[in-house]
DNA sequence: ATGAAAGCGCTAACAC
DNA sequence: GTGTTAGCGCTTTCAT
């Protein structure tokens, strides 16, 4: 409480207050053994009285080990990517590490920022969902003995460091098989955009369910791109006004399915009916309130009524799984993966090499699984 | 590269290997003025060859500021705090800001923990979704400098600080009078956890609303506590089966809600054939895989199908937005708060303070939009 | 334009 | 048990 000085106390002040040497100050703080228990009480009462707080930034110029991790995943914001930071962070606190957060946005210039602006603080080590696939700038980071796991998705060409993911192809062949188990052969496919590592897997991953059923691949029912409205929308139009157009739909991510869902509402016109109110509208309270919306309830049979020509009874499997899935109309069959095991997995495995442990890079792959829940089970038309 | 002393290059290393002294590397690694252009290309030329970087924990022992901020929030894997989040990082980063990450889970030992960790390393500012109420321990580092803004929630009695909260009373009162208007006098009120802030407020512009339309407060109809699926389920379970059961129910926040019309889809037998996988069930693959759901679609009318003795025809008014509201039949009507306006307000009030504006703690509160989506607006039976 | 010396707050290594 | 000294890697101040 009391200062005279500019700032905060030190360990100095704190010695001087309490009559010893600063290195007392320094057993009592860290509580090291072998300091008599009257002085030490002496040193604790002019803590309190300072409101000393040891500078945790001093220590550790002084040990060398931060006790601090950098965590860069594309977004924050994104379920998937949330869930896996909760991981990494009740692992990081678990061994007494703080965790700095960054989200890259999928800008591999601004993934390198912060990745550098980490080991500028000298994080003790880092867990990355790489936006970029030129990671070069890490090569010295890693040498100098920062430690990196990526997760998600793999390390550009060259670097060879532990990483954590999970099985896109596996996912993606199963997830299809299972549409095609259920009568489906025309299935177009949603992607991510294709620059995207876990994209590209899950594309392959489709191809390798149509193989395995003697189905040809057909360029024309796979689109990708950003998973923003206006793109997924017109992709799906285009799919639908094929000559031959899919009877079921996969898509690649949490995203796209949820936008791809939002894109079939609009396109049907008796599900159109049903979201008047689009997200993120400004709407006045008590303007459009009672009106435009009620009543429409009971009004759409849910299922099976999409006009053909605009949104079919389209099947539908997504890759992840997201929340309200199980709750929609139908319910939404997915290609699950666990972004928490994920984050987990990775966090462990950077805090494992943090305490010692050696031998070469790890490539961990996650086993995904399937859960039908109607949308995936719906038979094609006829 | 070539390192003979153990560990990184400092910018000693790199003086000696251009052959200047210490003082002209700095110049030249932090870009000051009048450093010769052939010397400095010999200092950047040693940067490169050593791999030189920074160590900003050093330079931040010597200038006092650290240029990081800490963000104390309940759980990142919430989509309403992972929205604050991003927003937090993003205003951080265009200050110049790195920012600490840490989940409370609504534990205040968990948060105090986390700020005076976060204040040992000397962060220059907080951003805190309070946990606790008491936040007596935070004194002492307001009082050596280290700034902070509550958001979301105010902090405890006795400790004056910025605070950035939206409106609570206004958003509830004006969701229920919502339903009023439509007709229903017997709402029921789910809320969070009664010691949580936002609870409690919301609670309060229920009873508001009630008040204005001379409408008589039943204790019975309000069911508080933590949005686990167990517990809502049987408040609602208790609410359904009341005498003079409600025709409407307001739910106090997100999770709630969701949970809420997990707990309805259960209890309706009709609409439970539909969600036959629930989440976190694990499933193996090819096992139950075609099975139990598929044809299920269009076997329910999605609305005004409820069993009235388990979970009848009920309009719903949720606290807080959600993604898929719009996509749920009937969509869910709901009060919606901008998490990321709100994680960017508190941001950037933290950093005007961090850049010397004065003043007595200020107080925003930020409005609530009603989104009307056709939950809300069902009429009662008969 | 360049450099020498001091010191930020702490811990490690060694006295006493 | 306690204290002294050095120095982590950098910036600041003051010389040259």
Redesign the interface.
């Known amino acids: ?1 009391a200062e005279t000085r500019r ?2 106390p030190t360990m100095n002040d704190v010695a001087a207050e309490a009559g010893v040497a600063l290195k007392t100050v320094s057993r009592v703080v860290n509580e090291e053994p072998g300091v008599n228990s009257a002085t030490a009480e002496r040193v604790r009462r002019a803590i309190e009285h300072l ?1 000393y ?6 220590r ?2 002084r040990r ?1 080990r ?1 006790a ?1 991790i950098g965590l860069v995943i594309e ?5 998937f990517y ?2 896996l ?2 991981a990494v ?2 692992v990081a ?1 678990h061994n007494g590490s ?6 890259s946005g999928e800008d591999p210039l601004r993934e390198r920022e912060l990745v ?7 994080v003790d080590g880092l867990v990355i969902v790489p936006a970029g696939s030129d990671h070069g700038y890490l090569a ?2 890693l ?3 920062i430690q990196a796991v990526f997760v998600d998705r793999p390390a550009g060409a060259g670097l060879n460091v532990d990483t954590v993911i999970c099985d896109n192809v596996g996912g993606a062949r ?1 997830g299809v098989a ?1 549409l095609i ?2 009568g489906h052969r025309r299935i177009g496919f949603l992607g991510d955009d294709a620059t995207i590592f876990t994209a590209k897997e899950r594309l392959r991953g489709y191809r390798q369910a149509l193989t395995a059923a003697s189905i040809p691949y057909d360029p024309s029912l796979v689109a990708m791109g950003t998973p923003d409205q206006p793109r997924v929308t017109a992709d799906i139009t285009r799919l639908l006004t094929l000559d031959d157009p899919p009877t079921a739909l996969f898509t690649g991510n949490g995203q796209t399915t ?1 936008t791809t ?2 894109a079939l ?1 609009t396109l049907d016109p008796r599900r159109a009916t ?6 993120d ?6 303007t ?3 009106s ?14 999409r006009d053909a020509s605009a949104a079919p009874n389209l099947a539908i499997v997504g890759f992840d ?11 939404i ?1 997915v290609v699950a993966q666990d972004p ?1 095991n994920l984050g987990r997995t990775a966090a462990e495995l950077l805090f494992r090499r943090l305490t010692g442990s050696a031998g070469p890079a790890e490539r961990i792959q996650l086993p995904t ?7 995936g ?3 094609p038309p006829r």
């Open positions: 409480m700032g905060r409101g707080r040891r500078n945790d930034g001093a550790v110029l060398g931060t601090s977004d924050v914001a994104d379920p949330s869930g930071s909760r962070e009740d606190l703080l965790v700095f957060t960054g989200s550098l602006a980490f080991c500028a603080r000298r010295p980071e040498t100098a003995g199963s299972h188990a259920h949820v869902l939002r509402t049903k979201a008047t109110t689009p997200r509208t400004n709407t006045t309270p008590g459009r309130d009672s435009t919306t009620s009543g429409t309830r009971g009004t759409n049979t849910a299922g099976g009524t799984d997201f929340e309200l899935a199980d709750l929609l109309t139908p319910a069959t928490i699984r399937i859960i039908p829940r109607g949308s089970e719906l038979p």
